[in-house]
């Protein structure tokens, strides 16, 4: 099958048919593991933007602009010697930083994570749990 002319007919093709369709399109071979209804969103959106001027060019540097990634918000830096508290079902749990890892209650632990599973009994990420990225624990 050679190009199509409306996007409706893409509903009705087969996989060969879109690879093929693609090629043309794209000038390059479709992705091998994109599933049909995938191949299909994609052409359909090539061609309407082909076919109404392609992206208006404001919307093009909104999306560049926003295509770079925001750093992540870093874990500030944990000394020997700090604490840590929380306070979980009106119990506050207090968390101290050795040269190993953490202790809490008497206990040795490698990571944060561990001490906020042992406190909540779900899993959590340790350093949010306690308070120390990003959004607050509740």
């Given at each position: 099958?050679?190009?199509?002319?409306?996007?409706?007919?893409?509903?009705?093709?087969?996989?060969?048919?879109?690879?093929?369709?693609?090629?043309?399109?794209?000038?390059?071979?479709?992705?091998?593991?994109?599933?049909?209804?995938?191949?299909?969103?994609?052409?359909?959106?090539?061609?309407?933007?082909?076919?109404?001027?392609?992206?208006?060019?404001?919307?093009?540097?909104?999306?560049?602009?926003?295509?770079?990634?925001?750093?992540?918000?870093?874990?500030?830096?944990?000394?020997?010697?700090?604490?840590?508290l929380r306070e979980?079902?009106?119990?506050?749990?207090?968390?101290?930083?050795?040269?190993?890892?953490?202790?809490?209650?008497?206990?040795?632990?490698?990571?944060?994570?561990a001490i906020a599973?042992?406190?909540?009994?779900?899993?959590?990420?340790?350093?949010?749990?306690?308070?120390?990225?990003?959004?607050?624990?509740?």
């Open positions: 099958m050679t190009k199509t002319s409306d996007v409706a007919d893409l509903a009705v093709m087969g996989r060969s048919d879109l690879v093929t369709l693609w090629q043309q399109l794209f000038d390059q071979p479709a992705p091998a593991m994109l599933s049909q209804p995938f191949l299909r969103r994609f052409i359909a959106f090539e061609m309407q933007s082909r076919r109404h001027g392609r992206l208006p060019r404001q919307v093009k540097a909104t999306l560049e602009k926003g295509s770079g990634k925001k750093p992540r918000p870093t874990c500030p830096a944990l000394k020997p010697g700090g604490r840590l979980w079902n009106s119990v506050t749990h207090v968390v101290d930083v050795t040269e190993d890892g953490f202790t809490w209650n008497g206990r040795s632990y490698r990571s944060l994570s599973r042992e406190i909540s009994g779900a899993h959590w990420s340790g350093p949010r749990f306690l308070g120390l990225t990003g959004k607050a624990a509740k």
